[in-house]
């Protein structure tokens, strides 16, 4: 399965961006976002099911908001009140089951990242 993301760019902070990723294959379970900032692990920000069930990071609750259209086959995540501390590339991935899972094993495809910066 191959992922495509799209929506990187560069904002101040308060800002907003929505990122978009869409599989190549047909969206079964559901999608996580991932980010990782420079010297830092990959995080877990969201991530939501095929049914619309939810799950966000503490970082991301009443920021980001994760949200899927089944018809288009395409996960979003809409990412407002933007922070420098949010400057990272940031990762979709296809659920392996269903569920809102935040450790990357819940995750088996992933896409190339893309990158958000935020300055201050």
């Known amino acids: 399965v191959q992922l495509q993301a799209s929506g990187r760019g560069s904002v101040q902070a308060g800002g907003f961006l929505r990122l978009s990723c869409a599989p190549s294959?047909?969206?079964?379970?559901?999608m996580g976002w991932f980010r990782q900032a420079p010297g830092n692990e990959r995080e877990f920000a969201a991530a939501?099911?095929?049914?619309?069930?939810?799950n966000y990071a503490d970082s991301a609750k009443g920021r980001f908001t994760i949200s899927v259209d089944n018809a288009k086959n395409t996960v979003y995540l809409q990412m407002n009140s933007l922070k420098p501390e949010d400057t990272a590339v940031y990762y979709c991935?296809?659920?392996?089951?269903?569920?809102?899972?935040?450790?990357?094993?819940?995750?088996?495809?992933w896409g190339r990242g893309t990158l958000v910066t935020v300055s201050s």
């Open positions: 991935a296809v659920a392996k089951g269903y569920g809102v899972g935040a450790s990357n094993s819940w995750y088996n495809s």
């Open positions: 294959g047909r969206l079964v379970y559901g």
């Open positions: 939501v099911t095929t049914g619309g069930t939810t």
